[in-house]
């Protein structure tokens, strides 16, 4: 018996740890079950690498004394949960026992760093705070603290320790995942960049058309903000070209970018010496080179026949993020495509000078015609010649007359350009007028058209998985993924039978067929020999022995892609009825088909679980209830619905077997709350009044509840009064989610906010025409008011989750004000609003400037979006004994009466504001009112209905510094 309740004791911590994924609700749960389970105290402190300290929450006591606060401890103290979270096992102090939380594989060199340690120099008992948590080997996650344990529950310790640890892994799991799916969509969209500028640059003729597509398509649509192309030029690597923003500067002839191929240490010229991808944080760069480039900088080489052209140079500029090395990825295919189409067009634009070049020279032209490797035909009105190349490509002999000549040809001969196949080899044919001479060049193009052929395979190739993945990403289960995608790859290789396979946990499952199959599937089989080598297997002659499934669906030949990922392993066979030959070029793109198979699956198996999860949510919100109350007037509970055996764990019948009352179970800080408003129903019959207050769970948790109470005394079929309970802590979690939400999508923004603002004051730079320049204005303008209304969601996001911090110095606010006002006046211009700066000199003050600022520039922000054309906005600050007011007035419509009470609340706007089609969030007097209180200041607004309005800042020129 005592072995089963420790297993049920057990099971109970097992399902309070695994119920969540997210890490703080993982320790409320621990530290729940650790006191009802007669724990006195509990603590799980957790390290933190970016602190360097263990973080953990403390719970002491039972029922409705039951108490949770959290605590820091530095690592490099000492104490005892520092000493138990570098120790091989649980350590005993006196009543507390302290329990090492740690990860799978653990070799706990750190409990004894003299004798275990394998590092150098090594580590020591003293030195280890500071140098295990970076090695390795290092696999300590915390320290659980137990004090008051039953002695029931001593055995089950390390076990408890060691359900912790698998808590934590499962957590980690989740975030890996979320990482997956969104690397995912984004490997899906940068494929579609690249395969629509692969086939932009293979369009140019050009060489320096094809370089500047490139360079621009870099900046303009995969985001880089500098994109410089070197070509090399006999032992010497030279500047070409930047593209930057939308402007491309031609540097070749003028660069100071003039690097020696075979011993510059440039990492530009590395990249074309070793042939290879660089990735250079900006500390390695030569120090003229490093000043105004991102964190790294990625050279990659340009590449055409093994041969080095040039090297592509990208970053994203300071303040942007890294390159990284998926983008590097990118760029070494369109540098591929770019080398192949740059190469052909440096070879036709030589080809194409050397012939006219010859043309002007007539008395030499006929020996030198017989040595070019193009053909060239020279007609003299009706008759001519033609050199040996021409003569072999038409069938012409050295005299030709225009009628011999195909008819094909007419539009060259009128100065066009077209492609022509003749002899089994293509031509492109380009004609021109010399004087009174009619020229034909024949270029044989043989091998660009089927380099070009074959690029544009590739873009096809590429194209198609591209279509595949999004067809995927449509899927919202495992059955339509599977048909999706073999489907596809069906139609993509020409196959007549598909069979995919998935293996999880040694189980294999057949997840989509294009034909019956037996429920185990005959051996031997190409898709275990597939799986048990890992690589992709191409079967152009299929034998009995080679493949029982094949042989009894009738296939002659068969290609296998095998796949995996974390979870789970698979692989996908696509079968031939007759006999068929696989080219390298085939078997080399099934690896590719590999990965996508890989992320794609995976995705769909995550989607899978998802919505398993959000079916089985569903079901146990379909069934919860309310808990609903009637009291009689002393407040004795009369009624109890069923669902408060759920919610609350008490019997509905309770208070049959004695009188009990419902105030008894209010949290008891909030027991005068519920007082009041059981106060107030009494005294208002029929009237239906709300609260919220903390109600007791049976096991004396405090459970936050939103009430409706009705006083129904009267009423003959109830005689008492209605109190309906709904558990707030969804709602509430809900406010939290939202908050992450918003402080999520508001930092996204601001770096599209950044690139845009910072354009638009380069455009101001230029010498503009007037109304270029008023957009200009309307563009910063709008783009400020944008960033206004992110750093307002950002704010409140900071205040909600209490972070909200200020930095106060001494300051002088009239040059800042100064500066504000003039970032307005293109507003009120627009606008056409009078703009009036009336500032006093102010004395030094001890405040935060950017806040203050902030506040300032909400208050004249919501001046001018209120204020009509012809109105007039007014800024002032003056001292006032040992206050500094600072205040906005405007000549708008004013704010009622009514409203102004809520003014200042979160996303509280006024109805004349909705009415006219003001934009706003009405978080901008919200944050401005907690900027100004954590001053020590306050905020007062003064306005009548039509007859506008006047904010008044009051900030204490001396005072305490606020807690922060």
Not at 807 to 817: A, D, E, I, Q, Y
Request: proline content about 6%.
């Amino acid at each position: 018996m005592r072995l089963v309740g420790q297993m049920e004791v057990l099971a109970r911590f097992q399902r309070a740890l695994l119920k969540d994924l997210e890490p703080t609700q993982i320790l409320r749960n621990l530290l729940e079950v650790a006191t009802e389970e007669g724990v006195e105290r509990a603590a799980l402190f957790l390290y933190h690498p970016e602190t360097r300290e263990l973080v953990g929450e403390v719970a002491s006591g039972r029922g409705r004394h039951y108490t949770v606060s959290a605590i820091a401890l530095p690592l490099y103290a000492k104490g005892p949960v520092q000493e138990a979270f570098f120790a091989e096992g649980p350590l005993k102090l006196r009543e507390e026992w302290l329990l090492p939380v740690v990860g799978e594989e653990a070799s706990f060199c750190w409990a004894d760093p003299e004798s275990r340690c394998a590092e150098r120099p090594r580590a020591t008992r003293e030195s280890r705070p500071l140098v295990c948590p970076s090695c390795p080997r290092f696999a300590a996650k915390g320290v659980l603290a137990l004090e008051g344990v039953p002695p029931s529950l001593q055995p089950l310790l390390p076990l408890l320790a060691q359900l912790t640890a698998l808590a934590l892994k499962n957590g980690e799991l989740f975030a890996q995942r979320n990482q997956a799916l969104a690397r995912l969509s984004r490997h899906v969209e940068a494929l579609a960049h690249v395969s629509a500028l692969t086939r932009e640059v293979a369009r140019a003729l050009d060489p320096n058309a094809v370089l500047e597509t490139l360079a621009r398509a870099l900046v303009e649509r995969l985001g880089f903000y500098r994109a410089t192309v070197a070509l090399v030029r006999g032992e010497s690597l030279l500047g070409h070209l930047t593209v930057k923003g939308r402007q491309v500067f031609w540097t070749e002839g003028k660069s100071a970018l003039h690097l020696a191929l075979a011993s510059s240490p440039d990492p530009m010229a590395r990249a074309a010496r070793e042939r290879r991808s660089l990735l250079v944080p900006r500390e390695a760069l030569p120090p003229g080179v490093a000043q105004g480039m991102g964190p790294t900088v990625a050279f990659v080489p340009v590449v055409a026949e093994e041969a080095v052209l040039g090297v592509l140079a990208v970053d994203h500029g300071p303040g942007g993020p890294p390159v990284s090395e998926e983008e590097v990825r990118y760029l070494e295919l369109l540098a591929g495509a770019a080398g192949v189409a740059f190469r052909n067009a440096e070879l036709y634009r030589e080809k194409t000078r050397l012939s006219l070049a010859l043309a002007a020279e007539r008395t030499r032209l006929s020996q030198v015609l017989e040595e070019l490797p193009d053909g060239v035909v020279v007609l003299f009105g009706e008759r001519g010649f033609a050199n040996g190349r021409a003569r072999e490509a038409l069938g012409l002999g050295a005299e030709v007359a225009l009628e011999d000549l195909p008819a094909a040809l007419a539009p060259a001969l009128e100065g066009g350009r077209l492609e022509l196949a003749l002899g089994g080899a293509t031509y492109s044919v380009r004609g021109r007028q010399v004087g009174e001479a009619r020229i034909l060049v024949l270029h044989d193009i043989t091998e660009r058209t089927r380099m070009e052929r074959a690029l544009r395979d590739q873009v096809a190739f590429t194209q198609a998985l591209v279509d595949v993945a999004q067809e995927a990403l449509r899927q919202r289960d495992l059955p339509s993924l599977g048909r999706a995608i073999v489907d596809r790859l069906l139609a993509l290789f020409a196959a007549q039978e598909g069979v995919l396979l998935a293996e999880s946990g040694g189980k294999g499952e057949v997840l989509y067929s294009t034909c019956a199959l037996p429920e185990e599937l005959p051996r031997p089989n190409l898709l275990e020999r597939a799986l048990g080598e890992e690589a992709p297997l191409g079967v152009e002659a299929l034998a009995p022995e080679d493949c029982a499934l094949a042989e009894a669906l009738g296939l002659k030949s068969a290609l296998v892609v095998p796949f995996r990922t974390q979870g789970f392993r698979g692989a996908l066979l696509l079968g031939y009825r007759q006999g068929r030959r696989f080219s390298e070029r085939l078997l080399h793109r099934l690896g590719q088909v590999a990965t996508l198979l890989a992320l794609v699956l995976e995705k769909g198996r995550f989607l899978a679980l998802l919505e398993a999860e959000e079916e089985r949510l569903k079901a146990l919100l379909e069934h919860s209830q309310d808990v609903v109350y009637v009291l009689d007037q002393e407040g004795f509970i009369r009624f109890a619905s069923p669902s408060v055996r759920t919610l609350l764990g008490y019997e509905p019948e309770g208070y049959k077997e004695a009188p009990v009352k419902a105030l008894d179970f209010v949290y008891p800080e909030d027991r005068p709350k519920a007082e009041a408003l059981l106060g107030e129903l009494l005294s208002q019959p029929g009237h239906t009044l709300t609260g919220e207050f903390r109600v007791l769970h049976k096991d004396g948790t405090p459970i936050p509840m939103e009430a409706w109470g009705r006083n129904l005394l009267q009423d003959p079929r109830v005689g008492g009064v209605v109190v309906d309970l709904r558990d707030l802590r969804p709602r509430l979690e809900a406010d939290r989610v939202k908050g992450e939400f918003i402080a999520a999508v508001s930092h996204e923004l601001r770096t599209p906010l950044a690139v845009i603002m910072g354009l638009a004051e380069l455009l101001q730079e230029e010498a503009l025409s007037p109304s270029a320049q008023e957009s200009v204005e309307l563009i910063m303008e709008s783009a400020f008011r944008l960033k206004t209304m992110v750093d307002n969601l950002l704010d409140t996001s900071r205040l909600e989750a209490g972070r909200f911090e200020i930095s106060r110095r001494p300051v002088h606010l009239k040059p800042l004000l100064l500066d504000l006002a003039r970032s307005f006046q293109g507003v009120a211009r627009l606008s056409g609003v009078e703009f009036r700066v009336e500032l006093e000199e102010l004395p030094l003050v001890e405040v935060d400037p950017d806040r203050i600022v902030q506040v300032v520039g909400n208050l004249l922000s919501n001046a001018f979006k209120f204020t009509p054309p012809g109105g007039r906005v007014t800024l002032s600050a003056r001292r006032v004994g040992d206050e500094l007011f600072l205040e906005v007035a405007d000549t708008g419509p004013g704010i009622p009466k009514e409203e102004l009470p809520r003014l200042f609340q979160r996303y509280a706007r006024a109805k004349n504001a909705r009415a006219r089609g003001v934009s706003g969030t009405g978080l901008g007097l919200f944050i401005s009112k907690h900027i100004v209180e954590a001053h020590g200041g306050r905020i007062e607004v003064e306005s009548e209905e039509g007859r506008g309005s006047l904010f008044r800042v009051i900030l204490p020129l001396y005072g305490p510094h606020p807690p922060r």
